[in-house]
C-alpha cells in the first residue's frame, strides 16, 4: 500500500504458501505501531507446532501474540488503537474453529464486520482463497469452501483495502486501480 493511502482495515487473501502471511507482517511491522498478532490456530500436533514456531521466529521480537480461536471480533475491540496495529492470521482457520463448534457463522461474521467498522486503529487480516480448485467430494469440504467464500466478500465488501499474494506477489484488487471501462 501507499503512503498515499493508508487503509484502516486490510483483507489480504491468497492460497497456500503464497506469502499473504509475509506480506501481511510486513504492512503492520512497516505502519510504525505496536504489533500484535493473533493467533486463531490451536497446535494439535507436532507439525503444526513446528509451523507456529516458524512464523513467530519469522516476525521476530517485538510482537504482542495473542492466541484466540474464535472471539477475533472481542480481541479487535480491545487491542485495535492508535498506537496498535493487529494481524488476524488467520480468517479460515478461524472459520474452521467456529464449524466444529457448530457456532452461528453468519452471526460471527457479523460480529466480526462491527468489530472491523468500530476498530480503533488499524486491522489486517489474513484469508485463504480456497474456491479456485476442484469441488470438494464430501458435503462438510462444500460448506466450508462455500463459507469461506462467503466469509472472504462479506469481509472485502467492508475493507478499505484488498491484496492478492500470488507467487509471494501482492496485488491490490481494492481500491481498484485505475482502468480503462470495458465494455462489450
Known sequence: MSAAHSPRT?????GARSGKSLHAERLVAASSRDPVYVATCAAFDAEMSARIARHREQRGEGWT???EPRDIAAVIG????????VLVDCLTLW???LLFAEADIPAETDRLADALRSAAGPVVLVTNE?????VPE?????RFRDEQGRLNRHI??????VVLVAAGLPLVLK????QPEIRL
Open 10 to 14: 486490510v483483507l489480504v487473501t491468497g
Open 65 to 67: 501474540t495473542i492466541e
Open 78 to 85: 480491545r487491542e485495535a488503537g492508535p498506537a496498535r496495529a
Open 95 to 97: 472459520l474452521s474453529n
Open 130 to 134: 480456497v474456491g479456485s480448485g476442484i
Open 138 to 142: 464430501n458435503a462438510l469440504a462444500r
Open 156 to 161: 472485502a465488501q467492508i475493507a478499505d483495502a
Open 175 to 178: 481500491p481498484a486501480p485505475a
